[in-house]
T-cell receptor, first 119, second 114 residues
Framework: GAVVSQHPSRVICKSGTSVKIECRSLDFQATTMFWYRQFPKQSLMLMATSNEGSKATYEQGVEKDKFLINHASLTLSTLTVTSAHPEDSSFYIC???????????????FGPGTRLLVL | AQKVTQAQTEISVVEKEDVTLDCVYETRDTTYYLFWYKQPPSGELVFLIRRNSFDEQNEISGRYSWNFQKSTSSFNFTITASQVVDSAVYFCALKNTGFQKLVFGTGTRLLVSP
């Protein structure tokens, strides 16, 4: 149980293009999904918290117009990096937390991550 | 304020050695959860354990064991008879009840050589 998928696993794009990353909870419903960014040999940096059906809450310093987050259903959240630039190159990881009262509550289950390279 | 400290940046052991990863946390809340995650070179964070602040029982799962001591605000993780496949970065994390966010430590990189 508690499987989270992320797609694509790796993407290379040209500067100025937009990239969409999908995060799905495969075997449980997730009211809350999280998006993180991780630089090499560093800990995870939370970018935003996304609750199903409502606007995402962004951490300080994260540009909401650049990193668009949509959480349209209890099993899917997407992160779109708009007008990507080389400095956006990073490892992006999503996580999902189950419904309150459910078996997967209080615990974030992580996807396999997406490596983004912007040329 | 909430904080998780993993003082060991990197640990190197030889296969079959036991190794303990330290985790010290700070929180003003009386109810919280503590977690350990493993991040192998592939990058995915693998959930290992969740511990409720009310449950100080130590836990053993195969070669893994966890020692939770509220008196010292520590939640240490021991791998017995380490294997090369245990090589990874291990993160300790804290979540206060009622809050959604996880507070991560900086991680401990474990290298197990054959």
């Amino acid at each position: 149980g508690a499987v989270v998928s992320q797609h694509p696993s790796r993407v290379i794009c040209k500067s100025g293009t937009s990239v969409k990353i999908e995060c799905r909870s495969l075997d449980f419903q997730a009211t809350t999904m999280f998006w993180y960014r991780q630089f090499p040999k560093q800990s995870l940096m939370l970018m935003a918290t996304s609750n199903e059906g409502s606007k995402a809450t962004y951490e300080q310093g994260v540009e909401k117009d650049k990193f668009l987050i949509n959480h349209a259903s209890l099993t899917l959240s997407t992160l779109t990096v708009t007008s990507a630039h080389p400095e956006d190159s990073s490892f992006y990881i999503c996580s999902a937390m189950g419904l309150a009262g459910g078996n997967f509550k209080e615990t974030q289950y992580f996807g396999p991550g997406t490596r983004l390279l912007v040329l | 304020a909430q904080k998780v400290t993993q003082a060991q940046t990197e640990i190197s052991v030889v296969e079959k050695e036991d190794v303990t990863l330290d985790c010290v946390y700070e929180t003003r809340d009386t109810t919280y959860y503590l977690f350990w995650y493993k991040q192998p070179p592939s990058g995915e964070l693998v959930f290992l354990i969740r511990r409720n602040s009310f449950d100080e029982q130590n836990e053993i799962s195969g070669r893994y064991s966890w020692n939770f001591q509220k008196s010292t605000s520590s939640f240490n993780f021991t791998i017995t008879a380490s294997q090369v496949v245990d090589s990874a970065v291990y993160f300790c994390a804290l979540k206060n009840t009622g809050f959604q966010k996880l507070v991560f430590g900086t991680g401990t990189r474990l290298l197990v050589s054959p």
